[in-house]
């Protein structure tokens, strides 16, 4: 397959945003890899300034402007990492931003890519919207566009992640890349499959918005609800990044949003690095699927860290919760003085913590002389909550664990 981007792209990439992004670390993680049974390097972009990989392509196409597209300035369309890029390494360069956005971008996205020094318009209901809106300011003040992903330079710039992965650890046989417009993928892809052939390139998708997958199928994708990998969540996958994608990656898998959350929550937890729904998305995959890479030397790009700080409570909540840390019960008792105290005395002396009591008298449902009351209570772990519990029906209260 001829690519429309070549390795020796991606090398003059990397050249050339060199003295601006200091290279990011692959390290090898223990914890990760005996979770797993994979050796997983991760690829820490997340570390970037702007918290995401876009750095790398956005500099890469902002650096090749002749001088008049720097004097007449760039806009972009983006409701995320994207427009953040832009806007701060145009701000760097001296060269007028101005980033189109849709009315479902959050306030703190917004604010960020305002404090990087770009004008934010706010136009649309939707990215398509925005686009359109994005085009009539093109127009008529002779703005550059500067693409997210369909974009050759932004492509090599990209696939300079994977020079940089493949130089630090060279027994990688395996790459997991998240699967947004493509332009991430495409760029490791022409990079990694040039410098090891026999290296295999794996997509993640998450499976609420498969737009690339439906795509090289032929097919129209089905769009379900909002995802927490908004950051992969594109509905008009690249032209370019399609072809090369079709010509070098060696399969699409899909994620759900408990195992992105869940990616979410063990880098947190085990790596002590905080990513965005997308950014988990690689370990999401090897996570649900342990025995497809089991013994091989898989490298994971942890792509970006701009998450929403109430939906990363959410997500550690909610974690704790499928990890059976955090437990809800349903337990009838006598509407008589004493009674809370004794349900809570068990749970204190076995050691579990009361988060949260709710003591219903109201119920019509119960005797007048009884009362309802929905407790949640913290755990080590699972089997400690199942200690707890056992304990309650040994005191002689009748216990329902609430589903969550």
Excluded: W
């Amino acid at each position: 397959m001829v690519s429309c981007v070549e390795l020796s792209d991606i090398k003059a990439a990397k050249s050339r945003i060199a003295d601006h992004l200091i290279p990011t670390p692959c390290k090898y993680s223990r914890t990760l890899s005996d979770l797993t049974g994979a050796k997983l390097y991760l690829k820490f972009e997340n570390l970037q300034f702007t918290a995401s990989f876009k750095e790398r392509g956005a500099l890469n196409r902002l650096l090749q402007l002749s001088f008049t597209e720097r004097q007449r300035g760039v806009c972009a369309v983006s409701d995320g990492n994207h427009g953040l890029a832009v806007a701060y390494h145009a701000h760097r360069l001296g060269v007028p931003a101005t980033i189109v956005m849709a009315r479902h971008t959050s306030f703190i996205k917004i604010e960020h890519t305002q404090e990087h020094g770009a004008t934010v318009l706010v136009q649309g209901e939707t990215l398509q919207e925005a686009y359109q809106h994005a085009q009539q300011i093109i127009s008529s003040e002779g703005l550059t566009f500067i693409h997210p992903y369909d974009d050759r330079n932004i492509i090599a710039g990209q696939g300079t992640i994977a020079l940089e992965m493949l130089s630090s650890t060279a027994a990688l046989d395996t790459l997991v890349v998240q699967i947004g417009g493509g332009g991430l993928i495409s760029g490791v892809a022409v990079a990694a499959k040039a410098l090891s052939p026999a290296i295999r390139i794996i997509g993640v998708q998450a499976t609420s918005h498969p737009s690339m997958l439906a795509a090289l199928r032929g097919e129209s994708a089905v769009y379900r609800a909002s995802t927490i990998g908004e950051g992969i969540a594109a509905k008009s996958p690249g032209t370019l990044t399609r072809e090369i994608i079709r010509g070098l990656v060696d399969e699409i898998v899909l994620v759900g949003e408990a195992e992105m959350e869940r990616g979410v929550g063990v880098l947190l937890n085990h790596e002590k690095t905080v990513t965005e729904g997308a950014g988990a998305a690689g370990l999401a995959a090897v996570l649900a699927r342990p025995d497809r890479f089991q013994g091989r030397n898989v490298g994971l790009i942890l792509s970006g860290g701009n998450i929403d700080p109430r939906l990363l409570a959410s997500v550690i909540m909610r974690e704790l919760v499928r990890e059976h840390r955090i437990v809800t019960l349903r337990i009838p008792i006598a509407d008589a003085p004493g009674a809370l105290s004794g349900v809570t005395r068990v749970v204190a002396e076995e050691g579990g913590n009361v988060l949260d009591i709710f003591h219903r008298k109201l119920s019509t449902e119960a005797s007048a002389r009884s009362a309802t009351l929905e407790l949640s209570f913290e755990a080590l772990d699972q089997q400690h909550a199942q200690r707890v519990i056992m304990k309650m029906h040994e005191a002689g209260f009748e216990v329902t664990i609430v589903p969550q």
